[in-house]
Antibody, heavy 120, light 107 residues
């Protein structure tokens, strides 16, 4: 059974940094692209970033480009999102998501989400 | 960017009703369209991909159709477990990937 466990969220001041983690199990981690998708309180879903299974290719939404870095550790089956220069508008629940077998940008499994609050 | 517009934003229905949700793209996305269901406090769940392919384990009362720029999600007979918010997602282009604004199906 595929399991994704998101962690690392919390309260951070504007301009601060935070690293999110997603521990994966139940599938061959290096064989699937992984992504982060966020959801601001009471709002819809917003794609944030994706990484290929090999880690060679990364993709970012314009809203986070230059501030967030996605990475993966195949030895630990863990996905990361390093977030810096955080802004109030980054406040959201962040979900990691595993890609579907048919497409790297379609998601068939999701973590439970971790809440990031950016506030002074 | 490809914008995705869902309608309606809220839908009131009863158990047993046939429900249809529409999703429109600002440019052709071929059939690279997915539908997700999300319940409060939970992660989204994939229902339909490639516009009309039913994800494994999803009840057959859910179906998807459409191509190009206009797509629909249909629930043939609404069940109590189906009251949730539904999102469409285009994955024709990852620059960027985009979701619709959501349709809340309520009693």
């Amino acid at each position: 059974e595929v399991q994704l466990l998101d962690s690392g969220g919390g309260l951070v001041q504007p301009g601060g940094s935070l690293r999110l983690s997603c521990a994966a199990s139940g599938f061959t981690f290096r064989s699937y692209a992984m992504s982060w998708v966020r959801q601001a309180p009471g709002k819809g879903l917003e794609w944030v970033s994706s990484i290929s299974g090999s880690g060679d290719s990364t993709y970012y939404a314009d809203s986070v480009k230059g501030r967030f870095t996605i990475s993966g550790d195949n030895s630990k089956n863990t996905l990361y999102l390093q977030m810096s220069s955080l802004r109030a508008e980054d406040t959201a629940v962040y979900y990691c998501a595993k890609s579907h077998a048919s497409s790297g940008f379609l998601y068939d499994s999701w973590g439970q989400g971790t809440l990031v609050t950016v506030s002074s | 960017d490809i914008q995705m517009t869902q309608s309606p934003s809220t839908l009131s229905a009863s158990v047993g009703d046939r429900v249809t949700i529409t999703c429109r793209a600002t440019q052709s996305i071929n059939n690279w369209l997915a539908w997700y269901q999300q319940k409060p406090g939970k992660a989204p769940k994939l229902l339909i991909y490639k516009a009309s392919s039913l994800e494994s384990g999803v009840p057959s009362r859910f179906s998807g159709s459409g191509s190009g720029t206009e797509f629909t999600l249909t629930i043939s007979s609404l069940q109590p477990d189906d009251f949730a918010t539904y999102y469409c997602q285009q994955y024709n282009s990852y620059s960027p990937l985009t979701f619709g604004g959501g349709t809340k199906v309520e009693i």
